[in-house]
């Protein structure tokens, strides 16, 4: 069974950083492009972010762009979103969240697993 | 960037009725080399993450229930849930994942009247 699990949400001062991270298991986590989405109090949903399984291919929505970054560790099975310069828009509920890939193996851009997210918080 | 809009905002149907949710995208998210539509739509309770329903505009995800359908092409869609019931009372998101950014929906609330 597919499990994300998000952690390293929290309450964090304008201007400040935070490292989110996503435990994955269920699955051969360096094969699979992941990703990160977020959602504000109330809101709707905004992707943030994506890396591919080698981390060759990295992308990110604008609002984020030159202030986030994605990474992950294959060998820890893990996935890591660092946040800097952050600012009150970014209050919201961060999710992990898996592609989906179909019996070739080839993926397609909507999402088939997400984790239970990771509060983050942006206030003085 | 392509644009989502949903309609309505919310819906309250009764127990057993049918619920119908539109979703327009600012331009067409068909892909006329294979004649797929690149949208999902998803399903999200309080307090949990999107579930996800349909993909290909109308592929239902295994273990959905058949009561929910999804149709359309090129840049209008309708999700219907064909007979409400209780568990059925969430927020509903279409995404489109033609093209990067990938882009959400406004949500549509759905309520028991």
């Known amino acids: 069974e597919v499990q994300l699990v998000e952690s390293g949400g929290g309450l964090v001062k304008p201007g400040g950083s935070l490292r989110l991270s996503c435990a994955a298991s269920?699955?051969?986590?360096?094969?699979?492009?992941m990703n990160w989405v977020r959602q504000a109090p109330g809101k709707g949903l905004e992707w943030v972010s994506s890396?591919?399984?080698?981390?060759?291919?990295?992308y990110y929505a604008d609002s984020v762009k030159g202030r986030f970054t994605i990474s992950r560790d294959n060998a820890k099975n893990s996935l890591y979103l660092q946040m800097n310069s952050l600012r009150a828009e970014d209050t919201a509920v961060y999710y992990c969240?898996?592609?989906?890939?179909?019996?070739?193996?080839?993926?397609?851009?909507?999402?088939?697993?997400w984790g239970l997210g990771t509060l983050v918080t942006v206030s003085s | 960037d392509i644009v989502m809009t949903q309609s309505p905002d919310s819906l309250a149907v009764s127990l057993g009725e049918r619920a119908t949710i539109n979703c327009k995208s600012s331009?067409?998210?068909?892909?006329?080399?294979?004649?797929?539509?690149?949208l999902a739509w998803y399903q999200q309770k309080p307090g949990q993450p999107p579930k996800l329903l349909i993909y290909?505009?109308?592929n239902r995800e295994s273990g959905v229930p058949d009561r929910f359908s999804g149709s359309g092409s090129g840049a209008d869609f309708t999700l219907t849930i064909s007979s409400l019931q209780a568990e059925d009372v969430a927020v509903y998101y279409c995404?489109?994942?033609?093209?990067?950014?990938?882009?959400f929906g406004g949500g549509t609330k759905v309520e028991i009247k």
């Open positions: 969240a898996r592609y989906y890939y179909d019996s070739s193996g080839y993926y397609y851009d909507f999402f088939q697993h």
């Open positions: 890396i591919s399984s080698s981390s060759t291919y990295i």
């Open positions: 269920g699955f051969t986590f360096s094969t699979y492009s």
């Open positions: 995404q489109q994942y033609y093209s990067s950014p990938l882009t």
């Open positions: 331009q067409s998210v068909l892909y006329t080399s294979n004649n797929k539509n690149y």
């Open positions: 290909w505009a109308s």
